[in-house]
């Protein structure tokens, strides 16, 4: 059984950096076809993905966030993590980190999710 765990600060200072690691278990994240992605709902609103990292190492940045934002990962510890820079208050959320499999428009394992808050 896959397992998905983020983890991160709960609150943000504004124009400060986001870092978030998500924690898998249950298999390899260098296993194919996957490919695993930070989203978002900030509150009162949908779903927005902002990250991805493929099985092989691949990154992907959304175009609308894609100056402030990177994806990483240690194979090692079977960790991906993201990064936000010069957060805003607009960039409270919860955040999820998420598996989906590549070729399919769902996710099929999420964490449980995290929320930040950006304030000062």
């Known amino acids: 059984q896959v397992q998905l765990q983020e983890s991160g600060p709960g609150l943000v200072k504004p124009s400060q950096t986001l870092s978030l690691t998500c924690t898998v278990s249950g298999g390899p994240i260098t296993t194919s076809p996957y490919y695993w992605s930070w989203i978002r709902r900030p509150p009162g609103k949908g779903l927005e993905w902002m990250a991805g990292i493929r099985y092989d190492g691949f990154p992907d940045l959304s175009p609308s966030l894609n100056t402030r934002t990177s994806i990483s990962r240690d194979t090692s510890k079977n960790q991906f993590s993201l990064q936000l820079s010069s957060v805003t208050p607009e960039d409270t959320a919860v955040y999820y980190c998420?598996?989906?499999?590549?070729?399919?428009?769902?996710?099929?394992?999420w964490g449980q999710g995290t929320q930040v808050t950006v304030s000062s």
């Open positions: 998420v598996r989906a499999t590549m070729g399919r428009d769902e996710y099929d394992y």
